[in-house]
């Protein structure tokens, strides 16, 4: 406690203040475009932060990432444009919500979900950092596997509407995550011999077709066929008060934490990420909601789910790498990187030989998600004022954001290409009540479930029952059964009852 | 009865996944996939098994569109502006290889201010504006490289 006290004081003074202030605004920038990412902007930056000392360049490097993540909530909430991709399953609630005229409430819920998440996973990195990155190393391929299928299921409570077409989506979701490179082999696989496959298909344009390409879609028929569409739609769009109610906050908290609880976990995983917390979250929340029916129509808990896991991820992801020098994700194996190459090795050990280090990045750490909470109910006011813009004028900057963004992951025109694909391919699913979102849980979970079954299977010898007699794996597919039979009950009496 | 069948997008649709399935099935039988180098399994057996599952599930949901009585019939005509916008989007990267960024954005975000029926001067401040603003906040300010054309 007096060392993270020494931390919190070594941490204030107007420099690491300042750059903290400059790291989070620069953050929250780059997470609200589309196409650019928490890693894309930490992989940028580590080059200039050697030029400082290690606890500025690390701070730097840590508050970007916390901003970044929360950043990108505020394009999926205005516009359906996830920043990046762990703001996707924000799109399924937070963009009914402005719809609905409620664009100002459902940011500050997404801001105060993220503080949340932050401070949860904040709590663990500083209490609890050996004690779970122990249980998180328990975790080997058959472990991962369960939890990936259990990610799946959520798609029978995701879909629980029409159950048929939610898995059409989530396998097809899968399937294209099969082209490319075959990862355990090394053979490719549905290529048709050429180059632009071979690398596989990327899933963030593919987050940019499904989600905002369609919805400019969408909006651009609304305009054809209906001239009076936008001042209609400037009638009914209302600024609502942006901070959110204690009604809403005490109906909320709950599942906030809970939604906390699993992204710090899932964070702590080594090779998981902030887009996995996120829907695992989100389907958490609608399995234990008593009101599953508001969910994806602008449900308050369907926005601070998904925000606060993704956000419970920036702790935890830090907690395996500075114990056992794992990066939990992407952003945290080039942080990993950088914290080397400034001659720190991570482990045990550094919170012995540089421990005023390591408690100044979490006094920062700390500091920085107050930063990011107050700049993003700031902000959120001049976001709902752009979001209040003519659609006629708005619509065609979507639609360029939309190129830029898919074309800037990878440098690659041939993503333009997929995210128009899949934005016309999303519109005439979305028509025909084929939801987006289990396409995208299959794109995200389906490679973690593919490497972990076949690793599994080298690892036993072809024996499947080594799922079965590892008790974390076999109590993550019990869930995964249950939950099944129960969706499929569900289903049962319900077509009988109507 | 079997035009209108036919011109149902539901059916439609769940046409192309049956079609989308049996094509990764046909690719997995590819010598190279099916022999497994590390594993039993083979490169092919995951895609294999969703593969088959979409078939049935695909399968089950013509069956049903055709059973369904008629006034359930869902998704409306496209209007034909919305076709050249799709167009335009199917183009919009051949425009971005051939013209680089300045001249996609130039010549997309016209016509789509001329589609959604915004006056030629309008539309072409919007475009230029947009163009160039997105221009310089990406590549001049946070240094992305955007494709500049193979004419230029």
Redesign the interface.
């Known amino acids: 406690m007096s060392q993270l006290l020494a931390g919190f004081s070594n941490f204030f003074t107007f420099q690491l203040l300042f750059l903290s202030v400059v790291s989070v605004l620069g953050g929250y920038i780059v997470g609200f475009l589309p196409g650019l990412t928490a890693t894309m902007a930490v992989a940028i930056l580590v080059p200039l932060s050697f030029s400082l000392p290690a606890e500025q360049g690390l701070l730097i490097l840590a508050a970007v990432f916390i901003s970044a993540v929360q950043g990108g909530s505020v394009s999926a909430i205005l516009w359906n444009t996830p920043g990046t991709s762990a703001s996707a399953a924000l799109c399924f609630d937070g963009y009914p919500m402005t719809k609905q005229g409620k664009a100002g409430k459902a940011i500050g819920l997404a801001q105060i979900s993220s503080f949340m998440g932050l401070m949860v996973g904040w709590l663990f990195l500083v209490t609890l950092s050996p004690a779970i990155a122990k249980v998180a190393l328990q975790f080997g391929a058959p472990e991962y596997f369960s939890i990936a299928v259990f990610g799946i299921s959520i798609v029978a409570v995701l879909c629980s509407d029409s159950p048929m077409k939610g898995w059409i989506s989530a396998f097809l979701g899968i399937l294209i995550t099969t082209i490319g490179i075959d990862p355990i082999d090394g053979v490719p696989r549905f290529t048709f011999d050429t180059v632009l496959l071979s690398g596989g298909i990327s899933y963030v344009p593919v987050l940019i077709g499904l989600f905002a390409v369609s919805e400019v879609f969408r909006n651009v028929k609304a305009m054809i066929t209906d001239p009076d569409f936008d001042k209609k739609q400037r009638e009914t769009q209302r600024i609502t008060d942006i901070i959110p109610t204690m009604k809403e906050i005490k109906i909320t908290f709950l599942n906030m934490l809970r939604s906390s609880l699993i992204g710090t976990f899932i964070g702590a995983l080594p090779g998981t990420g902030a887009d996995i917390a996120a829907f695992v979250a989100y389907g958490e929340a609608k399995r234990w909601s008593k009101d599953k029916e508001s969910f994806g129509k602008g449900s308050i808990i369907g926005v601070t789910a998904p925000q606060a896991g993704a956000n419970g991820v920036c702790g935890g992801a830090f907690i395996p790498m500075l114990t056992l020098g794992i990066p939990g994700d992407a952003v945290t194996a080039i942080i990993l990187g950088a914290l080397i190459i400034w001659g720190l090795q991570p482990g045990p050990s550094l919170f012995l030989e540089s421990s005023m280090l390591v408690n100044t990045l979490f006094a920062g750490f700390f500091v920085a998600s107050i930063i990011t909470l107050v700049v993003g109910l700031g902000l959120a006011n001049v976001f709902v004022k752009i979001e209040r813009l003519p659609k006629k004028y708005l619509v065609p900057c979507i639609f360029l954001l939309c190129c830029v963004g898919s074309y800037s992951i990878q440098n690659s025109i041939f993503d333009v290409f997929v995210a128009m694909f899949f934005g016309i391919a999303g519109y005439y699913m979305t028509n025909l009540g084929y939801h987006g979102s289990p396409f995208v849980l299959g794109m995200i979970l389906g490679p973690m479930v593919e490497q972990n079954l076949r690793r599994s299977l080298i690892m036993s010898n072809g024996d499947p029952m080594i799922f079965l007699t590892r008790p974390i794996s076999a109590f993550f597919l019990g869930v995964v059964v249950v939950s099944l039979a129960m969706a499929f009950k569900k289903n049962i009496t319900g077509c009988k009852n109507s | 009865m079997r035009k209108e069948i036919l011109r149902d997008?539901?059916i439609i649709?769940a046409f192309c996944?049956l079609v989308?399935?049996i094509?990764?099935l046909s690719?997995g039988r590819?010598p190279?996939?099916q022999r497994?180098?590390?594993?039993?399994?083979?490169?092919?057996f995951?895609?294999n098994l969703?593969?088959f599952?979409?078939i049935p599930?695909?399968i089950?949901?013509i069956y049903f569109r055709i059973k369904a009585a008629p006034e359930e019939k869902?998704?409306g005509a496209?209007?034909r502006?919305?076709v050249y916008?799709?167009l335009l989007?199917?183009l919009?990267?051949l425009i971005?290889?051939l013209g680089g960024?300045i001249v996609?954005?130039l010549v997309?975000?016209f016509l789509?201010?001329r589609?959604?029926?915004?006056s030629v001067k309008e539309s072409v401040t919007?475009?230029v504006t947009?163009?160039i603003g997105?221009y310089l906040?990406?590549n001049v300010l946070?240094?992305?490289?955007?494709?500049k054309g193979i004419f230029f």
């Open positions: 997008q539901e649709i996944f989308v399935a094509l990764f690719g590819n190279l996939l497994g180098i590390t594993d039993a399994c083979g490169a092919c995951f895609p969703f593969a599952s979409l599930l695909s089950a949901t869902a998704g496209t209007p502006k919305l916008f799709f989007a199917a919009a990267s971005l290889y960024f996609m954005g997309v975000t789509l201010c589609i959604i029926s915004l919007l475009s947009l163009s997105i906040l990406f946070l240094r992305v490289q955007l494709p």
